[in-house]
């Protein structure tokens, strides 16, 4: 496939991987109007968890079903539970209805990022494909930011139902240009019949898999904040799913290659070292897009469709360096270069945000963020690019799977992890620069009251107090982004113009 037909295609790929990526930020600034309406405080966690934990645990079993089913008709299923899902939520009538439909859209988005990227590799060599996916990439970097941007705008300006009807017409436009355009030949284990190709999917693999990641997220979105860590309850999540997890292991070893995640395929040098890259990256890049507002809102009083806006210049570095750096992977054959500067620029943007102050100019926060965007940029594309080269076009799905699994598990863990830390550094920090102020009352007005609930006298230690709490996830993103890079020393150097002729071949 070449020319227009391609690119409305790439497009309405682009439009998929947008709304997908979407749907972890845009929430963020609708919260507050929404827990107004249903009176659901306590619900808070499940609006995000509903749709991480099945986006998460659904997501090796959407490679194999990708490897053993039709490429596209498996997709459009993905996309239409994700519209559902969009719909339940949109037209949620109480709190419950509105976490059903979050985890359901999550169920489909679980396909969409794998499906995208599979898609790709069956209608361009792998030379092109590392430009394509530096577009696709940087959609889900673009909607990862602008998502509180644009949930604010729905939710001052339209209504928060939005937040989620907004995928409904985008969607349109993915669902039409996949229908018409993409006509993917017959492959060979298209040949087997239904009941061979449902063992491929190693449904009791799947079925062990499942309830252990479900286990260790919630744990991971209730612990410090719902509950202690130290209680029974996240204790036995986390102790219970590790347990499950390692059964899970030892279960895909004994299955070999007609396991969810075959042995083979996970143990493969860039394989491994492109799933712990991405981890690492992704965890800095999501606290960056959850505390980054959280710091214009507090320290500078922006309003969140404000934040939003002091947010593109990370935006926009992130789509010109994911172009280019997919572009010059075409054109050099390699992508370890790129990988490992733009690990390197991460890891110097999230050191300088550590720098902040409360007095700090729009120099320092403009400049940062355009040396984290480059960096993030630059390293989206080439985890996903290494496991097209390294593996062959059957295992190729999986490979893309187990990837971006990692990377909305790396995601999930340090958003909850940074949210633990932040919140028990705030509270020291108001305890020793503002003695006497109401903790409680003032973490309830959440970001958007912080302002409303102090005095004129209390507000200087307040904001001293957001800023020094608010540094530490930036720290934590910091020594992710240093994994990341050791991790990218780890990939093999493969040439991707010289294996463009195996690919096709194959």
Same mark, same amino acid.
Request: aromatic share 14%; glycine share 10%; net charge negative.
């Given at each position: 496939m070449s020319g227009a037909k391609l690119?409305?295609? +790439?497009?309405?790929?682009?439009?998929?991987?947008?709304? =997908? #990526?979407?749907? =972890?930020?845009?929430?963020?600034?609708?919260?507050?109007?929404?827990?107004? !309406?249903?009176?659901?405080?306590?619900? +808070?966690?499940? @609006?995000?968890?509903? @749709?991480?934990?099945?986006?998460?645990?659904?997501?090796?079993?959407?490679? !194999?079903?990708?490897?053993?089913?039709?490429?596209?008709? $498996?997709?459009?299923?993905?996309?239409?539970?994700?519209?559902?899902?969009?719909?339940?939520?949109?037209?949620?009538?109480?709190?419950? =209805?509105?976490?059903?439909?979050?985890?359901?859209a999550g169920a489909g988005a679980a396909g969409l990022m794998s499906g995208t990227l599979s898609i790709i590799a069956a209608v361009v060599t792998l030379r092109l494909r590392a430009l394509y996916t530096g577009i696709l990439s940087s959609m889900f970097g673009i909607s990862t930011i602008a998502g509180p941007l644009l949930g604010g705008v729905f939710t001052q300006h339209v209504s928060w139902r939005w937040v989620f009807y907004i995928n409904l017409p985008i969607g349109g436009v993915t669902i039409v240009a996949l229908i018409f355009l993409f006509h993917p030949p017959p492959r060979a284990v298209e040949d087997k019949n239904i009941k061979d190709r449902i063992k491929q999917l190693d449904l009791p693999g799947a079925s062990i898999f499942i309830p252990g990641v479900v286990m260790i997220l919630m744990a991971l979105q209730w612990g410090g904040i719902t509950y202690p860590w130290s209680s029974g309850r996240i204790i036995g999540l986390l102790v219970g799913g590790i347990v499950i997890l390692i059964i899970f292991s030892v279960w895909q070893w004994r299955a070999g290659d007609m396991a969810m995640i075959p042995p083979r395929v996970f143990t493969q040098r860039s394989v491994l070292f492109a799933c712990l890259t991405a981890m690492f990256g992704m965890g800095a890049q999501?606290?960056?897009? $959850?505390? /980054?507002?959280?710091?214009?809102?507090?320290?500078?009083?922006?309003?969140?469709?404000?934040?939003?806006?002091? /947010?593109?210049?990370?935006?926009?570095?992130?789509?010109?360096? #994911?172009?280019?750096?997919?572009?010059?992977?075409?054109?050099?054959?390699? @992508?370890?270069?790129?990988?490992?500067?733009?690990?390197? /620029?991460l890891?110097?943007?999230?050191?300088?945000?550590? $720098?902040?102050?409360?007095?700090?100019?729009?120099?320092?926060?403009?400049?940062?963020?355009?040396?984290?965007?480059?960096?993030?940029?630059?390293?989206?594309?080439?985890?996903?690019?290494?496991?097209?080269?390294?593996?062959?076009?059957?295992?190729?799905?999986?490979?893309?799977? =187990?990837?971006?699994?990692?990377?909305?598990?790396g995601g999930a863990f340090t958003a909850a992890l940074s949210q633990t830390i932040f919140t028990e550094t705030l509270v020291k920090e108001l305890s020793r620069n503002v003695p006497g102020i109401d903790i409680g009352k003032l973490l309830a007005a959440g970001t958007a009251g912080v302002h409303k609930v102090v005095t004129a006298d209390q507000l200087p230690g307040v904001l001293l107090s957001y800023n020094a709490a608010l540094l530490y996830p930036f720290y934590l993103a910091a020594g992710l982004t240093v994994g990341s890079f050791f991790c990218a020393l780890g990939l093999e150097w493969i040439n991707v113009k010289g294996k463009s002729l195996v690919a096709e071949a194959a």
């Open positions: 690119h409305i295609l +790439i497009f309405g790929l682009g439009l998929a991987v947008f709304v =997908m #990526a979407l749907d =972890m930020s845009i929430l963020v600034t609708a919260i507050p109007t929404i827990t107004e !309406k249903f009176h659901s405080v306590a619900d +808070i966690g499940w @609006y995000m968890s509903g @749709y991480l934990l099945t986006l998460c645990s659904l997501q090796p079993l959407s490679g !194999k079903l990708y490897a053993n089913f039709p490429l596209k008709w $498996t997709f459009l299923a993905f996309f239409l539970v994700f519209e559902i899902g969009s719909v339940i939520s949109g037209a949620a009538t109480s709190s419950d =209805m509105l976490i059903v439909g979050r985890a359901i999501i606290i960056l897009g $959850t505390w /980054l507002p959280e710091w214009f809102q507090v320290v500078k009083g922006a309003s969140p469709v404000k934040s939003g806006v002091n /947010l593109l210049p990370a935006m926009l570095a992130q789509t010109v360096f #994911a172009v280019v750096s997919g572009a010059l992977t075409t054109t050099l054959g390699y @992508y370890n270069p790129w990988l490992l500067a733009g690990t390197a /620029l890891s110097i943007g999230s050191g300088l945000f550590t $720098t902040f102050e409360v007095d700090s100019g729009s120099a320092y926060w403009i400049g940062y963020q355009v040396i984290f965007g480059a960096g993030s940029g630059m390293f989206l594309t080439a985890p996903l690019v290494a496991v097209q080269a390294a593996l062959s076009p059957a295992d190729t799905p999986v490979g893309i799977s =187990m990837v971006t699994f990692f990377q909305m598990f």
